[in-house]
């Protein structure tokens, strides 16, 4: 959400609830560039999958297709399909011009699980390089498909993968407004609030069972934590005027939030369930949009206090903030990368705002967008792409860019406005 004056600290989030467009549906990715050095890589369909509700290894495919670092070389015409590392003929696959090949079955349980187990196969050197057995249920067979995508992704990249995490966002539905989690790639959507007032500003606690927001059911923004096991929900942030953009600390301890009790916008810091509110900033100005370091020991916001806003980051003790961002005269909606090293940011340029990142030791800013309208950027978290919402003819839909700026999404739905989004963190027990 883009920089407003006080008291009108949501009119651009207003704006599009009121004039979004009513329907939606399932988001749909559509792939806007591609990424240099891409891997030639196989998956061959897994032995007996065709038995499955959806198949296992399109879904694997299209993970590592829209990641912009694979390019998926077509299976089709093979027989015998090999499902065994000894059925494999490297000739065949090589002459297709992979270098990579991933191969699997699918097998029914007596107690109604299914044993999903998959390798991946060096073409070139004619090994296995990893593979992995799962026994999951009918229901987790998607998610094992993005785990599995996972597991190919970190082999071959080095880094992590991210198939298999969560993302939020806000959905107008007629005069519905609807808090939704869904996979990575936006299936599987669920509402997690639905309301016939506003829902804005939604944040992952660290452990991604808990989502903070801010609703105005109550005809004025109020700070809400909810829990994604149980539903249950408690107000963290009702104070006199305006309560909003919650920030998690790295421990899930704390949230940072925008309060209007004393005055202008300033920064606080307050636990999880809404005790132990200390002041953070204290100026004249208005601070806002604050977010944690990943180290815990800094808050990154925006602040006009310089006469336009800019970035700064001041640290979670207290103290005099420093600026950050330079090069512009607007410059807003700051979030960390998850190594600290960077933050992502949004930056106007000759009356476009546009999704930049800049480090820390360089200072320089990087464009990475070229659209007219974007806003809310979001760091994955394995720091190598940023979710964030922009417009298209005039209507709001999710949009994603790597961090070099060579790989370009849009998840998009038939109809319909979708903003505020966020990236979940990876769950501990995957």
């Not at 132990?276 to 020991?297: A, K, M, W, Y």
Request: aromatic letters at 10%; glycine letters at 8%; a neutral charge.
């Amino acid at each position: 959400m883009r920089y407003q004056e006080p008291f009108n600290c949501f009119l651009l989030s207003l704006l599009w609830l009121l004039l979004a467009p009513a329907a939606f549906a399932q988001l749909k990715i559509e792939i806007i560039g591609g990424g240099a050095n891409q891997v030639p890589i196989a998956i061959a369909p897994f032995k007996a999958e065709e038995t499955l509700p959806q198949q296992v290894t399109g879904i694997v495919a299209a993970d590592l297709h829209r990641s912009g670092l694979f390019r998926i070389v077509d299976s089709g015409g093979l027989t015998p399909i090999p499902a065994e590392p000894a059925e494999v003929e490297y000739p065949v696959w090589s002459a297709r011009g992979a270098e990579a090949l991933v191969i699997g079955t699918v097998s029914p349980m007596a107690n109604g699980y299914w044993d999903v187990r998959f390798r991946l196969m060096d073409v070139v050197k004619q090994t296995q390089l990893t593979g992995f057995a799962y026994q999951v249920t009918t229901q987790q067979l998607r998610n094992t498909a993005h785990r599995i995508a996972d597991a190919v992704y970190e082999k071959l990249t080095g880094d992590i993968g991210v198939f298999s995490t969560r993302i939020t966002y806000v959905v107008k539905n007629g005069t519905r407004f609807e808090l939704q989690v869904a996979d990575a790639d936006g299936y599987g959507a669920q509402t997690i609030l639905a309301s016939n007032e506003p829902i804005i500003s939604p944040a992952w606690s660290p452990d991604g069972t808990r989502l903070a927001y801010v609703s105005f059911e109550r005809k004025k923004p109020i700070v809400y934590v909810q829990s994604l096991l149980t539903s249950q929900r408690t107000v963290a942030a009702n104070f006199k005027g305006s309560n909003s953009a919650p920030a998690w600390s790295s421990d899930g301890k704390r949230l940072a939030v925008v309060l209007t009790k004393d005055g202008n916008s300033q920064i606080y810091l307050i636990n999880a369930d809404g005790s132990g509110v200390t002041r953070l900033t204290n100026t004249s100005t208005i601070d806002t949009e604050p977010n944690f370091s990943p180290d815990g020991q800094w808050v990154i916001f925006t602040s006009d206090r310089g006469g336009s806003p800019q970035i700064y980051r001041v640290p979670v003790t207290g103290g005099t903030p420093e600026r950050l961002t330079f090069e512009g005269s607007y410059n807003v909606s700051p979030r960390y990368a998850p190594d600290g090293k960077s933050f992502v940011f949004i930056q106007r340029n000759a009356g476009r705002f546009n999704v930049a990142v800049q480090d820390f030791v360089s200072r320089q800013p990087q464009l990475l967008t070229e659209n007219g309208v974007d806003e809310s950027p979001s760091f994955a978290p394995n720091g190598r792409i940023i979710l964030y919402a922009t417009e298209i003819r005039a209507r709001g839909i999710l949009a994603a860019v790597s961090s070099d700026g060579r790989v370009r999404q849009r998840l998009s739905a038939t109809a319909g406005d979708v903003r505020e989004p966020a990236w979940g963190p990876i769950l501990k027990s995957q």
